[in-house]
């Protein structure tokens, strides 16, 4: 049975995914109910060490919560035969192999339709099903230099710097999951399934957003701009008294407030930055007159006085920090998880909540395997076969 309530609680989703990409869209699906049933290879033929980290490490438990585990291997025929019984019963089937393998194994849209027309197939490429570059593995970093971001991250003149977060894999995840979801929804009018894919390249370079419209509508090449904003200003990092702020102070009304709560009105009347385009064009010379100011007080003391005052700031936590703050702490974004061997944990919440919607809790990452009884017993097979299929490495 499925491990939760929700939403989705209603559809069957077959993970075929590995290392990050692939795992972050289906653990969207897997938080909101759906019953996710993740195939493994059979230990002995496990070539995948490595990829997504230990299974009792925090990012394999962050990554593959709320799911159901089942062993198979689908190079051997009868392995591939089993394979396509869950298939027909599946709602959606999500996968993250270069776009050769998936057609060598047979478990391909083109085959896997054929099997259940109704089947939604998403898959995550580095860079697309076709193309020039189809063909390429795909990794995180790559696509981040690809997709544009490391030109427009880190300090004016320091060189290409990549994000600290996978961006590219992230990104492609969420946006598949939003494709599966839109599919499920078409379904529903026709009927019939259909092929949802997205990449790393293609997420990266949608994630660009207004740097890519500078280019595209403009045809201006953004540069690296540090922790200033790239075109409001001022808005970036800022040094008080005892370390760092961030304040954005863009806008007419907000540049004002901002002055007054420094009780450096004269910067209104200055020249260079009487207008939004002077602000920018000196923002050197705007942040030196600032941080003067900000340089008397405590970072406390300025995120108290700006955000009463109306202007948007904020610290520049640590990650421990992050967590210790009581409005993250409010919003529960640390979900406690019990593991029958780790103990208690706490796993990254999802950023969304649904006024009626159910929140049950959430299950750890399963064991390789967990479910092999329950989840194949489902399809007829008993504990005979099932000592079978085990003993000949197929389970």
């Not at 894999?169 to 399934?193: K, N, P, W």
């Not at 007080?297 to 995120?303: D, M, R």
Request: with cysteine.
């Amino acid at each position: 049975m499925p491990l939760r309530e929700g939403p989705l609680s209603r559809f069957t989703v077959l993970d075929l995914t590995r290392v990050r990409a692939g795992p972050t869209a289906v653990r969207q699906l897997a938080d909101w109910g759906a019953d996710v049933i993740k195939i493994e290879p059979p230990a002995p033929i496990d070539t995948s060490a490595g990829l997504g980290g230990r299974r009792d490490g925090s990012d394999f438990q962050n990554l593959q919560r709320n799911k159901r585990a089942v062993t198979l291997n689908l190079k051997d025929a009868r392995g591939l035969a089993l394979f396509h019984r869950l298939v027909t019963k599946a709602d959606v089937l999500v996968e993250n192999y270069r776009p050769d393998v998936k057609g060598r194994l047979g478990i391909d849209y083109p085959t896997l339709s054929r099997i259940n027309a109704g089947l939604i197939y998403a898959s995550i490429s580095g860079f697309g099903e076709d193309g020039p570059y189809a063909g390429r593995p795909g990794f995180d970093q790559i696509a981040q230099g690809m997709g544009g971001l490391m030109s427009v991250t880190g300090l004016p003149g320091q060189g290409p710097v990549r994000a600290g977060i996978p961006v590219a894999d992230l990104s492609a995840g969420i946006y598949c999951a939003f494709g599966i979801v839109m599919a499920l929804l078409e379904r529903e009018q026709t009927g019939e399934g259909q092929w949802v894919g997205t990449s790393l390249l293609q997420a990266q370079v949608a994630m660009l957003d207004f740097q890519a419209a500078r280019w595209l509508m403009d045809q201006e090449v953004p540069p690296q701009a540090g922790n200033n904003h790239p075109t409001s200003m001022p808005t970036g990092v800022f040094r008080t008294a005892d370390g760092h702020i961030n304040v954005a102070a863009s806008g007419e009304a907000i540049w004002r407030r901002l002055c007054q709560a420094l009780k450096a009105e004269h910067l209104v009347e200055d020249p260079r930055f009487a207008s939004a385009e002077g602000r920018s064009d000196h923002r050197d010379d705007l942040h030196r007159e600032l941080e003067a100011c900000l340089g008397s007080e405590t970072s406390g003391h300025w995120i108290r006085v700006l955000n009463e005052a109306g202007v948007p700031c904020g610290p520049i936590y640590r990650i421990d920090e992050t967590f210790a703050d009581p409005q993250v702490e409010h919003l529960g974004m640390a979900r406690p998880v019990s593991h029958p061997r780790l103990g208690d944990l706490a796993l990254v919440n999802q950023p969304i909540r649904l006024s009626r919607a159910p929140d049950s809790p959430f299950q750890p990452a399963p064991e390789r395997g967990q479910h092999n009884a329950e989840v194949f017993g489902q399809l007829g097979i008993g504990q005979d076969e099932l000592r079978t299929l085990q003993d000949r490495g197929i389970i």
